[in-house]
């Protein structure tokens, strides 16, 4: 089992930065893929970044270029951010970790941009 809390969310101008925190506990932070999704009102769920077990980092084609994923083994936590913010960038930002048969979410966070 893992507990997941986003934390970092909150309102920022076009053009602005902002970096988003995922606290896990509760199992061994080592095994599990990490990931922030987002979802916009009336949309889906989309993939915005992911940080593998290794460090491998890949990252959604809007965010390429504006974002940087990473994670701390000491202190079990995964950052994501972003820089250059858009008005298309307001979602719910939400932490993910996962195996190959397991997969957990964190509440989310708002982000919104806007002047």
């Known amino acids: 089992q893992v507990q997941l809390v986003e934390s970092g969310g909150g309102l920022v101008q076009p053009g602005g930065s902002l970096t988003l925190s995922c606290a896990a506990s509760?199992?061994?932070?080592?095994?599990?893929?990490m990931g922030w999704y987002r979802q916009a009102p009336g949309k889906q769920r989309e993939l915005v970044a992911r940080?593998?077990?290794?460090?491998?980092?890949y990252y959604a084609d809007s965010m390429k270029g504006r974002a940087t994923i990473s994670r701390d083994y000491a202190t079990n936590t995964m950052n994501l951010q972003m820089n250059s913010l858009k008005p298309e960038d307001t979602a719910v930002y939400y932490c993910?970790?996962?195996?190959?048969?397991?997969?957990?979410w964190g509440q989310g966070t708002q982000v919104t941009v806007s002047s």
């Open positions: 993910n970790a996962q195996t190959t048969d397991l997969n957990y």
């Open positions: 509760g199992s061994i932070f080592s095994r599990y893929a």
């Open positions: 940080i593998s077990t290794y460090g491998g980092r």
